[in-house]
């Protein structure tokens, strides 16, 4: 089976301005599935694809239009200092039932991961994170989890004898997932009036990431050694408050402004080892002169922008690129050893694996602030360190 056989072509009269593309716009330079469904035999970094499912979409019937609102704003920005090689493969049409959309959106996004190709994933509801969690399942590898919601969907499992999720619920999906191939999950923003304190503890006794909104809007650098330790990224656009994203039926006052949502994609784009991205919740039925459709297609200009401006300083290599920094705690003998990038500044923490951990590797390497640093030289044990360590038992 072919790729193309997942997707139906875009209508792309129907995005089109009158006048037609600049040669500097995206709907220039992106090459695209309207007639003929690209070939991929040159080199892509970037694939966009359209999912149109909404049925699990809790409480926002209507995400399932949001790709080509968002394609129309999207082929209307210019293209940044680089050369971009982005296909748009269209869009994943909702098959007979979910788990069929489920089906087609692990392959294509795993196939597309062979490749090298990094999947940008566009509309319908939040379920379809556990579509994008599933293409890793056959790459032989642990996963680095990051949401960004205003909540932590964890509600019991409609659906167990299926694959199918709901918007609400797919996280649980994921954490009983077998076989178990999650490593860390982490969430940025939620907002502890959503959350209730069990599924805080659950995160807490999992030693999974948990950051509030309140801890990243006044600092928004502190979202970037999280998003580099991310794999996949899913992004609610409901984790934006409501007067910068008004398209969401579960839109709230409280969130992200939209610059930091940008900047966080950002982020996601220059981190070597993000694989995946998806972009979900969007509602066009509730766009006010298409500002959040406009706003999405800067986040997925933003994630574009950081990706052909990676440092590529991840796996550490050659040696000669990295400074090696050691310090001891107050109350032990223990030694911390923390790596920095001559290239981009980032800091890295080494965490070991417990015995007969890793065959192949006596350390963990994990992204980390100039901060924790900091906290080593005063004796102190950073709490990254130390959740890290628990996870890797």
């Not at 009158?18 to 003929?36: A, C, P």
């Amino acid at each position: 089976m072919s790729l193309a056989d997942f997707f139906s072509p875009i209508d792309i009269k129907k995005i089109t301005p009158k006048n037609g593309y600049f040669t500097s716009q995206l709907g220039s330079k992106i090459e695209h599935y309207s007639v003929d469904f690209p070939s991929m035999e040159d080199k892509v970094d970037i694939a966009i694809i359209g999912v149109l499912d909404d049925r699990n979409a809790i409480n926002n019937p209507g995400c399932a239009l949001a790709p080509d609102y968002v394609r129309e704003k999207l082929y209307q920005l210019h293209e940044g200092s680089y050369n971009t090689k982005i296909v748009d493969l269209g869009n994943i049409t909702r098959g007979e039932t979910v788990v069929d959309t489920y089906y087609a959106l692990k392959t294509v996004v795993e196939e597309l991961m062979k490749k090298d190709i990094v999947p940008v994933i566009i509309g319908g509801g939040q379920d379809l994170t556990y579509a994008q969690y599933l293409g890793y399942e056959h790459l032989e590898q642990k996963v680095d989890l990051l949401v960004v919601d205003s909540q932590f969907d964890l509600e019991d499992d409609a659906h167990p004898e299926t694959i199918e999720a709901t918007s609400a619920s797919y996280l649980s999906k994921i954490f009983l997932h077998e076989p178990n191939y999650l490593f860390n999950y982490s969430n940025m923003g939620y907002q502890t009036y959503f959350a209730s304190q069990d599924s805080l503890r659950v995160m807490d006794k999992l030693y999974f990431d948990v950051h509030r909104l309140g801890e990243l809007t006044q600092n928004i650098a502190v979202a970037e050694p999280i998003i580099r330790n991310a794999n996949m990224l899913s992004f609610d656009v409901s984790a934006i408050r409501s007067s910068d994203a008004a398209a969401n039926a579960n839109a709230k006052p409280n969130g992200f402004y939209g610059e930091e949502a940008c900047q966080i994609c950002r982020y996601a784009g220059f981190s070597d080892k993000l694989s995946s991205i998806g972009f979900y919740e969007f509602n066009p039925a509730y766009d006010t002169n298409g500002q959040t459709a406009m706003l999405l297609s800067q986040m997925v200009w933003y994630f574009i922008d950081g990706f052909y401006n990676r440092k590529k300083d991840f796996p550490l290599n050659p040696k000669s690129q990295y400074l090696i920094y050691k310090t001891s705690l107050k109350h032990d003998d223990h030694e911390l050893v923390f790596v920095k990038s001559k290239k981009s500044d980032r800091w890295w923490m080494q965490v070991p694996y417990p015995t007969g951990g890793s065959k192949n590797e006596r350390f963990h390497l994990v992204p980390c602030r100039y901060e924790d640093y900091r906290t080593a030289t005063s004796g102190e044990m950073p709490d990254l360190w130390w959740r890290t360590y628990q996870k890797l038992n």
